[in-house]
């Protein structure tokens, strides 16, 4: 099961889609929410940013009937050495987006 599942997320390149959809999202987020990312980001440099792949989860709901299942690819976000957020990604299991959440602490 985890050679697959591995598989799955290299046949999708879900890791590298799931940092391009991080970038959207923060600078959607260093955009449209001015005040906060200077409150978390400030001063903001490039260099004090560290995004990291924190883990890869098969995520499965409805139980008993499990009739969704699903990837969930997390990023931590740490700003100046402190951790500030994380990100994540959720594929269905054919490597489509599905949905992603940006979460600032």
Same mark, same amino acid.
């Given at each position: 099961?985890?050679?697959?599942?591995?598989?799955?997320?290299?046949?999708?390149?879900?890791?590298? @889609?799931?940092? /391009?959809? +991080?970038?959207?999202? %923060?600078? #959607? &987020?260093?955009? @449209?929410?001015? /005040?906060? +990312?200077?409150?978390? %980001?400030? #001063? &903001?440099?490039? @260099?004090?940013?560290?995004?990291?792949?924190?883990?890869?989860?098969?995520?499965?709901?409805?139980?008993?009937?499990?009739?969704?299942?699903?990837?969930?690819?997390?990023?931590?976000?740490?700003?100046?050495?402190?951790?500030?957020?994380?990100?994540?990604?959720?594929?269905?299991?054919?490597?489509?987006?599905?949905?992603?959440?940006?979460?600032?602490?």
């Amino acid at each position: 099961m985890l050679e697959q599942f591995k598989e799955l997320i290299k046949r999708y390149n879900l890791i590298e @889609e799931t940092k /391009d959809s +991080f970038w959207i999202s %923060f600078n #959607n &987020y260093r955009k @449209e929410e001015r /005040d906060e +990312f200077e409150k978390y %980001f400030s #001063n &903001y440099k490039d @260099e004090k940013l560290e995004v990291w792949l924190h883990s890869i989860s098969y995520k499965i709901k409805n139980w008993p009937e499990c009739d969704y299942e699903y990837v969930v690819i997390r990023m931590e976000i740490d700003y100046d050495n402190k951790t500030v957020g994380k990100f994540e990604a959720c594929y269905n299991m054919s490597g489509e987006y599905e949905d992603d959440y940006f979460i600032i602490y």
